[in-house]
């Protein structure tokens, strides 16, 4: 490599061969978190959108027994808070049927139930989030470790050199830190969108858990 070329490519180019499978790795871990970011982005904006629509069709006094019939319908359109729903609202009516005189089991079954869709919403709302977690927090050093073996050749390299300058050890400082800065590249995002995501899911898993309060409420009402 000529000492004058500095161009990004060429470093990357004549980085050695542990330090470039470190910015590939990267590379590698940034694109997928991107992936990671965008499938999330509307997953959780779906979410947002169906939630506020059952909420409103909920709260507006619609009957439940339509409300029921139209989430069992429908159900490949169906947000979570609506399968939440479904799910209580099923456990009520069989548990009524099956065991009319008891109330108090009619409305704890509804809770078990819409407890056990509550945990699998949420397991599926969180799925890859730990990813984005992970590449947060991994990547600076992953590539912090490419930057210190490329400066460990450079200065070995010095080692045939009868004058040391700083054009002889330029190039290879330069190919190492390229690996800190992809490193930084992958994480930045990573970490936003992870503490992002966080922060919507947590109030989306509280809106999920005050409407299952609220009712299980209603459910012990008419249960009387």
Same mark, same amino acid.
């Given at each position: 490599m000529s000492h004058t070329d500095l161009s990004l490519l060429a470093l990357i180019a004549n980085a050695s061969l542990l330090v470039q499978l470190v910015m590939a790795g990267l590379l590698l871990i940034s694109l997928v978190s991107w992936y990671v970011i965008f499938k999330k982005l509307f997953l959780i904006s779906f %979410? !947002?959108?169906?939630?506020?629509?059952f909420e409103s069709a @909920?709260?507006?006094g619609g009957d439940m027994a339509t409300l029921l019939d139209n989430a069992q319908r429908?159900?490949?359109?169906? &947000?979570?808070?609506e399968r939440i729903f479904e799910a209580g609202m099923h456990e009520y009516l069989k548990?009524?049927?099956?065991?009319?005189a008891d109330t108090a089991i009619? !409305? $704890?079954g509804?809770?078990?139930a819409m407890r056990a869709s509550y945990q699998r919403e949420m397991d599926a709302i969180e799925t890859h989030l730990s990813f984005l977690a992970t590449a947060g927090s991994v990547s600076p050093y992953i590539g912090l470790f490419g930057t210190v073996w &490329? %400066?460990?050749?450079?200065?070995? &390299?010095?080692?045939? !050199?009868?004058q040391a300058t700083l054009a002889n050890v330029a190039p290879g400082i330069a190919e190492a830190l390229i690996a800190t800065a992809i490193g930084l590249f992958a994480a930045i995002p990573a970490t936003v969108a992870y503490n992002r995501f966080s922060a919507q899911i947590d109030?989306?898993?509280?809106?999920?858990?005050? @409407?299952? $309060?609220? @009712?299980t409420n209603i459910l012990q009402r008419q249960s009387r």
């Open positions: %979410i !947002v959108t169906s939630t506020r629509k @909920f709260w507006s429908h159900r490949k359109e169906s &947000g979570p808070l548990a009524r049927q099956s065991r009319p009619h !409305v $704890d509804a809770r078990r &490329g %400066i460990m050749n450079a200065f070995r &390299g010095l080692a045939n !050199v009868q109030h989306l898993a509280n809106r999920f858990e005050t @409407f299952m $309060d609220e @009712f």
